[in-house]
């Protein structure tokens, strides 16, 4: 039988979800905030939003998920790449499709996640 991925790589996915759980709930907030109080467009938020949890992120898997310290400029590098990606496909799913735009960065959150993980565990955090 060939093992896909072990115990420990799947505790380390859990907690990476966790931290990006988190990190979905602060950009959540932040976008929300600053679109529905502050009358930014919902994308500028998301924007704002993105650089923040970046920060946060990069602190949640030096201390918790990978328990190292990464390479923080080549985080931010994966990060921008991850947050293009996500804010096109926010943007498609909000402004071409019509979704809601808070439903719209839950779901592309999701998509993108092991993408994600991989690439932070490959380059950013690796052995």
């Known amino acids: 039988m060939i093992k896909i991925i072990s115990f ?3 505790l ?3 907690k990476f979800l966790i931290g990006g759980g988190l990190s979905l709930l602060i950009g959540l907030g932040i976008t929300y905030i600053f679109t529905e109080f502050f009358g930014l467009w919902h994308m500028l938020s998301l924007a ?4 923040i949890e970046a920060l946060f992120l990069f602190w949640y898997h030096s201390v918790i998920t990978f328990r190292k310290k ?5 985080f931010i590098v994966v990060v921008l790449f991850i947050s293009d990606l996500n804010w096109i496909l926010v943007y498609i799913a909000s402004v071409t ?6 439903l719209s960065i839950i779901i ?3 998509m993108v996640s092991i993408l994600n993980f991989l690439i932070n565990r490959w380059l950013v955090f690796k052995k």
């Open 108 to 110: 592309v959150a999701g």
């Open 70 to 74: 990464g390479r923080f400029w080549l």
């Open 8 to 10: 420990k790589e799947g």
């Open 97 to 102: 499709w019509n979704f809601n735009y808070l």
């Open 48 to 51: 704002i939003a993105i650089v």
């Open 12 to 14: 380390k996915y859990f």
